[in-house]
């Protein structure tokens, strides 16, 4: 336990009441927002490499795959549709660089990554020759024996039986399909690449294959989705009986196809549905899932049984855990410093080939808002115990934040029953919104981009 000197709790009216969906970036994956983080502290960053860290800290290792087979209109990712084998070999050849650089500094030392994450872009865009390569290469530098949980990102239309079984083969052990719906109008009018036949083909490969854990994907709130077809969606859904669901509420942030749009026409409300009517049909999916079993985990995430099935990623980014990221505009986090790489394919690589780090910005976090952070996040999950993050932190987050607790309390989102600081469903499924309540004042006003 240490005791840390935390700033006054911030003294905010409350969070904004938004009903329309307009541009921006709505959901809270970090804290402070990204807008703060800046180049003037990548020699921090470059300082922290050097020290190790505290003694038990988990590492988690996560590889950006920037590689799609079209874009998405609401995609605001870093992704690439051009890109060739050779290209793609190049990149994967700078992710082996990138992670040589780390594992030899005393940051790693004799650290092997708890949990392992791929994500994108698309992943399961690589052919299995292309991801025996890498993984070969990432596991020679950094071993994956410790490794409990090792998640891949997978576009259905991408999957083959033979892809499938390629992947289990790497040691993959929670497989995460991008579905998002099973309407083949809106996977098109959205830009996605599949379509609802690949999706039943890709499940029931990998079910077959035995993937310890399957995770499926939805979006609430697409373009031009109705009452109806929303209806149907879920329904699909439950009968796959996925081990978890994680459900988003449509944003339309600002480097969206969705985006461009409005701003040619001149509009300012997003072609989709308002924020009430995408709660609702979140809170709608959930309650179909609970009647067949499942249990709501956090703000975006059904499981189908919590003894079983764990997320060690967002167990261990929730909760401070040092998380190494690779690849072109990847976010990461290593003793007490946030970071990001840069954000462009020939920047990263020239980097990388320079023999330097490719880090385009960095944020030393300082113990507030480490606190604030883990809370914030915490709370995503519906629920926090004041009393671990007293042990934890030395102060009691009850205390600490009495003037936004009392604010969400007043709007009857908060439930307190002693220990547990917790959320009402209502205020789960806007918890993003209410979790502006409780930043410091100088960090309310960034944009998360
Ligand atoms: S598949 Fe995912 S990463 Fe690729 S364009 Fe679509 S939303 Fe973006």
């Not at 294959?209 to 109705?226: K, R, S």
Request: charged residues 25%.
């Amino acid at each position: 336990m240490s005791s840390i000197t935390i700033a006054p709790p911030p003294k905010t009216a409350g969070p904004p009441m938004q009903k329309e969906t307009t541009a921006g970036n709505y959901f809270i994956s970090n804290y402070p927002p990204f807008a703060f983080w800046q180049q003037e502290q990548i020699p921090d960053f470059h300082a922290a490499l050097e020290r190790t860290p505290a003694p038990g800290l988990p590492l988690g290792l996560y590889t950006h795959i920037p590689f799609c087979r079209k874009r998405c209109h609401f995609c605001y990712f870093r992704v690439y549709t051009d890109k060739d084998a050779e290209d793609i070999r190049g990149y994967l050849d700078t992710l082996l660089k990138e992670l040589s650089v780390y594992a030899a500094k005393p940051i790693i030392g004799s650290r092997k990554p708890k949990f392992i994450y791929f994500g994108g872009g698309t992943p399961s865009y690589l052919s299995p020759d292309q991801l025996k390569f890498l993984t070969d290469g990432m596991k020679a530098l950094l071993p994956w024996d410790e490794a409990e949980e090792i998640t891949f990102e997978a576009e259905p239309g991408t999957l083959t039986d033979h892809k499938l079984r390629a992947i289990r083969e790497l040691g993959v052990t929670r497989l995460s399909l991008g579905i998002e719906h099973f309407d083949d109008h809106i996977l098109e009018i959205n830009g996605r690449a599949h379509r609802s036949k690949e999706i039943a083909r890709a499940y029931a490969f990998a079910r077959e294959i035995g993937f310890p854990q399957i995770n499926i994907d939805l979006i609430a709130g697409m373009v031009e989705e109705t009452e109806e077809k929303w209806r149907e969606t879920v329904a699909k859904a439950v009968a796959l009986q996925p081990d978890s669901v994680t459900i988003y509420q449509m944003e339309v942030p600002y480097n969206t196809g969705i985006y461009k749009q409005m701003r040619a026409e001149g509009k300012l409300v997003a072609p989709v549905a308002d924020w009430e009517t995408k709660r609702r049909w979140v809170n709608y999916a959930y309650g179909q899932f609970e009647q067949s079993g499942y249990t709501v985990t956090s703000t975006t995430t059904v499981v189908k049984d919590p003894a079983k099935v764990s997320f060690q990623y967002r167990q261990g980014l929730f909760s401070g855990a040092d998380l190494l990221s690779i690849g072109v505009a990847s976010f990461g986090h290593l003793n007490g410093v946030h970071y990001q790489n840069q954000h462009d394919f020939q920047p990263y690589v020239d980097a990388v080939n320079t023999g330097q780090l490719p880090i385009y910005r960095a944020y030393v976090v300082p113990a507030d808002e480490r606190y604030l952070r883990e809370f914030m996040l915490q709370l995503k999950l519906g629920s926090v115990s004041a009393d671990a993050f007293t042990r934890k932190f030395g102060r009691d987050p009850r205390e600490q934040f009495a003037g936004p607790l009392a604010t969400i309390k007043e709007q009857g989102f908060l439930t307190n029953n002693g220990d547990r600081i917790g959320l009402t469903r209502d205020g789960l499924l806007q918890v993003d919104r209410l979790l502006q309540a409780f930043f410091k004042p100088e960090h309310q006003t960034g944009r998360y981009a």
